[in-house]
């Protein structure tokens, strides 16, 4: 007779998230979701004024190489007191950009809990839930809740009129080549290893805590 | 009291809102808890006002007292958790309220057609009659259509959980 072996506990599977603030709130995205980290600096010095009177949440343009991104003032789309942003987070897998305060820090986490259904207007489509840390309850944003398909149309025929208009097409087509390619994935396709960290532009940091 | 009538009995939790009282099912009630800390972000469901922690959970806070009373309470005393329905589940919402809270076996009336939504029916106790509230009708709850969606959620992260209970 074989005796039954206990079976082996399955390990916690956590995320590594960035805490940052907007507009003084803080909020947290998985580190997977952003691609580079910069100074405000760069988006100023590089990018294109964007003016739209419906999207005054939008006012920079830029290209990163094949990209073109559209940056999104995070404490003005919250609706939250401005504040001054020193950084950029350029958010993967969207043509969003987003102009923040500063870095918390860095931490894991191994629960996400669903918005509560009470929750019904547009915050469904800005956060991907709740996570619990410290004794304190922060939101955990979706990075493709920042500018809806209305919006980046808008956006972008905005910059078509105002002459970008080679650029903007030819990224659009990408972006949406990109984003296509990525819904037709299914969950056994998904890879579980964590995808590359943020890359913290080099000098560009003004967060000692944050690694280079 | 025959055998019938006691059948007919359910049993109420009564809580206080300023100076009126009002009754939900004790089916629905999970527990009466002290107030705590209650964590904002933005949001535009005006009905919530925050998350509060309770027993690892996280639980919208939802101020009912400007829909039934017409004005914010000033003083809470306790926080009454309690189950909200949705289609395909059931969550925890905690309802802030002004008084104690007291658990009685009554008779329900059911609702008349003239009757607000969120009136699910009506109690005779201690010389009062007391609306029994809907907390589905009361409280917010999924109806206005959201984009589904999630390309830019990395590969990997965690999926978001239920609150289910």
């Given at each position: 007779m074989r005796p039954v072996l206990p079976s082996k506990p399955q390990p916690l599977r956590s995320e590594q998230i960035i805490l940052f603030r907007a507009g003084g709130q803080l909020f947290a995205i998985s580190s997977a979701s952003v691609q580079e980290v910069r100074s405000i600096d760069s988006v100023t010095s590089s990018g294109k004024i964007v003016s739209h009177p419906d999207i005054p949440k939008v006012q920079h343009f830029v290209q990163r190489g094949e990209a073109s991104l559209y940056v999104v003032n995070a404490a003005m789309h919250f609706a939250l007191p401005p504040t001054t942003p020193a950084l950029v987070f350029v958010l993967r897998r969207t043509r969003t950009a987003l102009l923040v305060d500063g870095i918390e820090r860095m931490a894991n986490i191994t629960r996400l809990q669903a918005l509560p259904l009470s929750f019904c207007h547009e915050e469904r489509d800005w956060y991907r839930g709740l996570t619990a840390l410290d004794q304190s309850v922060i939101p955990v944003i979706k990075p493709e809740g920042f500018l809806t398909a209305d919006e980046l149309f808008a956006l972008d025929a905005t910059m078509l009129q105002s002459g970008a208009k080679d650029s903007v097409g030819a990224q659009s087509a990408a972006a949406d080549a990109q984003l296509g390619t990525m819904t037709t994935l299914s969950d056994s396709d998904v890879d579980d290893a964590p995808a590359d960290p943020p890359d913290f532009a080099s000098g560009d940091n003004p967060d000692p805590g944050v690694p280079q | 009291?025959?055998?019938?009538?006691?059948?007919?009995?359910?049993?109420?939790?009564?809580?206080?809102?300023?100076?009126?009282?009002?009754?939900?099912?004790?089916?629905?009630?999970?527990?009466?808890?002290?107030?705590?800390?209650?964590?904002?972000?933005?949001?535009?469901?005006?009905?919530?006002?925050?998350?509060?922690?309770?027993?690892?959970?996280?639980?919208?806070?939802?101020?009912?007292?400007?829909?039934?009373?017409?004005?914010?309470?000033?003083?809470?005393?306790?926080?009454?958790?309690?189950?909200?329905?949705?289609?395909?589940?059931?969550?925890?919402?905690?309802?802030?309220?002004?008084?104690?809270?007291?658990?009685?076996?009554?008779?329900?009336?059911?609702?008349?057609?003239?009757?607000?939504p969120h009136v699910a029916g009506w109690l005779a106790h201690a010389g009062d009659v007391i609306e029994v509230l809907n907390l589905a009708a009361l409280t917010p709850g999924p109806g206005a259509q959201h984009r589904a969606g999630s390309a830019a959620t990395p590969p990997g992260a965690l999926q978001p959980q239920e609150a289910r209970r």
């Open positions: - | 009291m025959t055998l019938l009538a006691e059948a007919e009995l359910q049993s109420f939790v009564l809580l206080r809102l300023g100076d009126r009282r009002f009754a939900v099912a004790a089916k629905e009630i999970a527990e009466l808890v002290a107030p705590s800390r209650v964590f904002r972000f933005p949001h535009h469901t005006q009905e919530i006002e925050g998350v509060i922690l309770r027993r690892g959970r996280i639980v919208p806070v939802c101020d009912v007292a400007e829909k039934l009373i017409e004005r914010k309470l000033t003083s809470r005393r306790f926080y009454l958790i309690a189950q909200r329905r949705y289609a395909a589940q059931n969550e925890w919402i905690a309802i802030p309220v002004s008084g104690e809270c007291e658990l009685i076996h009554a008779e329900m009336t059911p609702p008349s057609e003239s009757d607000a």
